[in-house]
């Protein structure tokens, strides 16, 4: 009987058991981000929503159910306080701030079904209900002060999730695109013609332009198509634009942010240190700090921790939204 000698063997690579870059996105211009910041938390939960306000403090919520907590960082002391914390436990998925400073939270519930957007004053003050009904996990302001947000449901076997635009009466609701697979983060381009839209169940980036002839009762997509489907495990989170247009996706369960140029084509990824051994993995929103090219990303580990990571973007923060101007 003739037997096999069978020399050659598969070997695993160190990242291969956690998250391994997809072949197509080895090439791509990589950098590894730091940590910067720890967490202090009396339970673990996620972190999400970095924004920075006018003031130059980073703010972010832990989005846990359970916590749902709002802060707010001193970019200068690093002193770390907590503004708010829901006491519906309402799971609280971003921060958005307006420019006279009132500060707008998106919520998907503790179940999925029971979100809702409040307002409070930068001081934790003046809670408000702005609108319910919704599974609201992210929002971004346009220059007339309205906003689109996503209602963060749905899968490839049944797309009922979308996206939809709140006009500055803040009443009127426009639905911008809809039969959605989960849409997690949402992106304005710097002169809003181009929404983006991460859908989390489908790993799909979908591009909206936005009619160039439209007023601000026309919301209407001019075009949409999807530029980029994302490989591997884990989902597409939320998203931000800097100052020349590209745009920056956190990649959660893969510990590392992902760059795509104005049209969508993937230029480069920041890839968190620790990832490599399985840590830091929970990458769920990347920020880039006003006047700097300074990109800071939030990140989860059951074992490592809450933290914020920090590396360089490719250009400056985008100060043309309505935040800032």
Known sequence: MMINDYTATLKYNSEDKF?????????????IAEP???????????LEGLC???EGNLWYVEA??????????DMKTKEDIVIYEDPKKRAMSAVKIHKDGTVFIPSVGPDF??????????????????MEGHVYDDLVFDSKGG?????????????????????????????LLERLCCPNGVALSKYEKVVWITESNSMRLTRV??????????????????????TGGGVADSCYVDDDDNLYVAMYDQGRVMVFNPAGWPIGQVLLAGREDGFHLGSTH???????????????????????????AFAKANENGYQFK
């Open 19 to 31: 998250a391994p870059i997809p072949p197509a996105e080895r090439m791509l211009q990589t950098i």
């Open 36 to 46: 910067w910041h720890k967490v202090r938390q009396p339970d673990f939960s996620d």
């Open 52 to 54: 920075f306000d006018r």
């Open 64 to 73: 846990k159910a359970s916590a749902s907590r709002l802060h707010k960082i």
């Open 113 to 130: 079904n029971s979100g809702y957007i409040f307002t409070i004053n930068p001081d934790g003050t003046g809670f408000e209900v702005l």
């Open 147 to 175: 906003f689109y947000y996503t209602h963060m449901l749905g899968d490839v076997a049944n797309p009922i999730g979308g996206v939809y635009y709140v006009h500055p009466d803040r009443k009127t609701v426009t639905p």
């Open 209 to 230: 332009k936005l009619d160039p002839e439209g007023g601000p009762t026309d919301i209407a997509p001019f075009g949409v198509n999807v530029p980029y489907t994302f």
């Open 286 to 312: 990347p920020m880039i700090r006003p006047g700097t090219n300074e990109l800071y990303i939030c990140t989860n580990d059951p074992v490592k921790g809450a933290w914020i990571f920090k590396a360089g």
